[in-house]
């Protein structure tokens, strides 16, 4: 069974940084491309990132580029998000997703945690 | 970058009726890569359908999608009361992104 943990979430002030981190388990995590995608309050969904399965190639929105670094320990079947110079329109819900991959960062997403809530605000 | 937008923002219905979700994009989706995810109260997104029509694994069979092109729908052929939730379509055949539409709420009515 697919099971995936995300955790890190929490309330950090605009301008700061979080680390979130996702622990997968159920399948072979070194195989798979992984992504996080987040929702606002009340809103709907917002793809972030992904990450090859190596973790040598990574993919952003326009919206976090620059600002959020995405990472994997196939070692430890656990992915990252590295979050910086935090805004309040990141305060969201991050979901850790495996997706399949269909190429040139095209994917749905077969699988999701549960989500961990990162808030920023002062 | 492909805008979804999906119709009617909130679908009132009562159990045991059918439900037709539209989900119409602002261009052409390449190979109708479209994906359908049901998302319940506190819960994470559930993927249904991808490919525009084919049911992810354990998706009871009430549940269809169509569709072509710019224009999509997801059918749910007998509502059950655990189907009441909120849906989203996603297009994956240009990235990136990977679009989501806006979402449709499926309530009792």
């Known amino acids: 069974e697919v099971q995936i943990l995300e955790s890190g979430g929490g309330l950090v002030q605009p301008g700061g940084s979080l680390r979130l981190s996702c622990a997968a388990s159920?399948?072979?995590?070194?195989?798979?491309?992984m992504s996080w995608v987040r929702q606002a309050p009340g809103k709907g969904l917002e793809w972030v990132s992904g990450i090859n399965p190596p973790g040598d190639h990574t993919n952003y929105a326009d919206s976090v580029k620059g600002r959020f670094t995405m990472s994997r320990d196939n070692s430890k079947n656990t992915l990252y998000l590295q979050m910086q110079s935090l805004r309040a329109e990141d305060t969201a819900l991050y979901y850790c997703?495996?997706?399949?991959?269909?190429?040139?960062?095209?994917?749905?997403?077969?699988?999701w945690g549960q989500g961990t809530l990162v808030t920023v605000s002062s | 970058e492909i805008v979804l937008t999906q119709s009617p923002g909130t679908l009132s219905l009562s159990p045991g009726e059918g439900a037709t979700l539209s989900c119409r994009a602002s261009q052409s989706v390449s190979s109708n890569y479209l994906a359908w995810y049901q998302q319940k109260p506190g819960q994470a997104p559930r993927l249904l359908i991808y490919?525009?029509?084919t049911r992810a694994t354990g998706i009871p069979d009430r549940f269809s999608g169509s569709g072509s092109g710019t224009d999509f729908s997801l059918t749910i052929s007998r509502l059950e009361p655990e189907d009441f939730a909120v849906y989203y379509c996603q297009q994956y055949g240009s990235s990136p992104p990977n679009t989501f539409g806006q979402g449709t709420r499926l309530e009792i009515k």
């Open positions: 490919g525009a029509s």
């Open positions: 997703a495996k997706v399949r991959d269909y190429g040139d960062w095209r994917f749905y997403f077969d699988s």
């Open positions: 159920g399948f072979s995590f070194s195989s798979q491309a």
